[in-house]
Structures are given as C-alpha cells and as structure tokens.
C-alpha cells in the first residue's frame, strides 16, 4: 500500500494506551516514492507546485498522482533532514499513519493505522483514546480527516473514470539527465493527448464542462510545466542519490 507497511485495524481495546506524537512531522516514510495519489479537490493547490500526470493501475483504471521524483524509489522533495521541501503535502500523506481500508462486499470502511510508523508509542505525545475509551479530539479529528479525503478519491475515482472512458489518455515518456550523464528515462506516466482533447465532440464537451471535468484537464495540462523543476531538482540531487538503473516507472 505504497507508504503503509504494518497495518492493522484501529482498536479502542487494543489500543487503549496508544499514543501518537503530532509534532514528528518528518516525511521518512514517503521517500521512496516517486509519485503520490491525489484527489481533484487538490489539483489547484498540487498544480503550483507539481506535475499532476495518471497512473495506470494493475486493474486498468487510472488514478491522478504528482510525480516527486524521476528514478525508481527517489522522492526528490524529501530533503537530507526527512523535511517536505514544499509548502503544499499531498493529502494521501497527511492522512498519515492513518487509512480507510473499506470492504469491496459491503462497502464499509474500518479506520486502521500503521504500526510501523516511528510516531506511535504508548509513553509519548498525544493519546488516542481517552480514559473512558472514547475518541479523543486528536483521533476524531483524524478520523473526519481520513473519511472526508475517502469521499474525494471517490469523486476523482469517477473523473478519472470518465477520462479513460473518453479515451483521453496517453502514455508519455519523460527523458532527462545531466549533460554528462546518459540519457534516463521514466515510464509508466500518462496524460491527456491535447490532440484528443480537440476532437471531442460538441455532445461531449457540455458535460465535461458542467461537472467542472474540463477545468480539470486544463489544470493537469498546466501544471505539466513543472516537470522542468522536478528536473532541475533532479540534477540538483547528490550523485550518491541517483539510482544505477537509468530506468524508473511512476507507480512506485
């Protein structure tokens, strides 16, 4: 689950004395990632300040992501410090150590936490449960945080949908290197073919631009433009840093 290595379903009994420490707010556990999920309410924020690309899942469909890195398992906006470098934290990671896992059956949803995350004791910060075992406000505030963030994904689950139902996307590869280094590249990123775009019928068109589907495209396409600082970064980055392998794939 990318970013989640030891999750198991949050448990008042279980977890009557755990703790969680707020103020550790290091991005270690993101730093293998080279792209991160995001939801559609997010793109005018994410699009200032990263690529917003498609990643093609195992089952077909296709999920919006900021691309943070151009090798495999290299974030380049987690600096030597486990700090964000930029203002804007995707809400997949701040939702962090917390997730929704919800049953594909039944659809219900079960709020679970990551026990590998190094922020969780039962002698530091602030507690999850109170002494009556009820939600504390920490909790509940996590737990409004993780349904309203659920509710989005499936809303971009349905634009995203109707992208691949249009046939909008493409694959793109993204070549890029240091004038003395060979060229790499990375695979495995798609987005929407302007030429496709423009051959949208005027039945289509009126929905896309009703559901607010179509500002979103354009907001995808602008930020396009910030693969140039991703590879500025990306030269920037230590030569120690750079993977051997010259090839990376996004969904990672």
Request: hydrophobic share 40%; glycine share 6%.
């Amino acid at each position: 689950m990318l970013i989640y290595d030891r999750v198991v379903p949050l448990n008042r009994d279980t977890h009557r004395r755990l703790r969680i420490r707020t103020a550790q707010h290091n991005a270690r556990f993101a730093a293998s990632l080279n792209s991160v999920p995001v939801a559609t309410i997010e793109f005018p924020a994410a699009a200032n300040e990263y690529a917003i690309v498609f990643a093609k899942l195992a089952n077909g469909d296709f999920l919006p992501a900021v691309l943070v890195g151009l090798r495999s398992q290299q974030n380049l906006y987690v600096d030597e410090n486990a700090r964000w470098r930029r203002g804007y934290v995707p809400a997949f990671l701040r939702q962090y150590p917390f997730v929704l896992a919800e049953d594909a059956d039944t659809g219900t949803v079960t709020v679970c936490v990551d026990m590998a995350y190094d922020g969780l004791s039962e002698d530091e910060g602030e507690p999850l449960f109170g002494e009556d075992g009820g939600d504390t406000e920490s909790l509940t505030r996590a737990v409004n945080f993780l349904q309203e963030l659920h509710g989005e994904f499936k809303r971009t689950a349905a634009f995203a949908a109707k992208i691949k139902e249009l046939d909008l996307l493409e694959e793109k590869v993204i070549r890029f290197g240091n004038p003395d280094q060979p060229q790499a590249e990375l695979n495995g990123v798609y987005a929407v073919s302007e030429e496709k775009l423009m051959k949208l019928t005027d039945a289509q068109l009126p929905e896309l631009f009703r559901t607010g589907m179509l500002g979103l495209i354009y907001t995808h396409l602008l930020s396009m433009r910030n693969l140039e600082r991703l590879s500025e970064l990306a030269q920037q980055a230590p030569a120690n840093a750079a993977a051997n392998a010259p090839q990376g794939d996004a969904a990672n």
